[in-house]
């Protein structure tokens, strides 16, 4: 079973950056599309970018573009979420989800379409 461990995750202020790992080993990593989902606290799990395994193709929720950037490395199984101009509002606990595809260019943006989810890391936002 593949568990992804994610990291990065901590207390910042209002503007201020984050950047998210997500390690995924057990699995050849470079067939997976990636994600990251967040959760606060009372409310559902929600879509925040995801990146096909190519890395060409990438894919953000409205609440994050032109904040937020997903990108690869295959060589090192690992997929990362830069945070930038954070807002209080990005409280969550982030998951890092993976499915395997047969598409180059394919990104999956619902939660049903992932296979395998690690077990979260907090980000914190205070105003």
């Known amino acids: 079973q593949v568990q992804p461990v994610e990291s990065g995750g901590g207390l910042v202020q209002a503007g201020g950056s984050l950047r998210l790992s997500c390690a995924a080993s057990?699995?050849?990593?470079?067939?997976?599309?990636m994600g990251w989902f967040r959760q606060a606290p009372g409310k559902e799990r929600e879509f925040v970018a995801g990146?096909?395994?190519?890395?060409?193709?990438?894919s953000y929720a409205d609440s994050v573009k032109g904040r937020f950037t997903i990108s690869r490395d295959n060589a090192k199984n690992t997929v990362y979420l830069q945070m930038n101009s954070l807002k209080p509002e990005d409280t969550a606990v982030y998951y890092c989800?993976?499915?395997?595809?047969?598409?180059?260019?394919?990104?999956?943006?619902?939660?049903?379409?992932?296979?395998?989810w690690g077990q979260g890391t907090q980000v914190t936002v205070s105003s």
């Open positions: 990146i096909s395994r190519s890395g060409g193709s990438t």
């Open positions: 989800a993976g499915s395997q595809t047969y598409s180059l260019e394919y990104v999956a943006v619902k939660s049903r379409n992932y296979e395998y």
């Open positions: 057990g699995r050849t990593f470079s067939s997976d599309t």
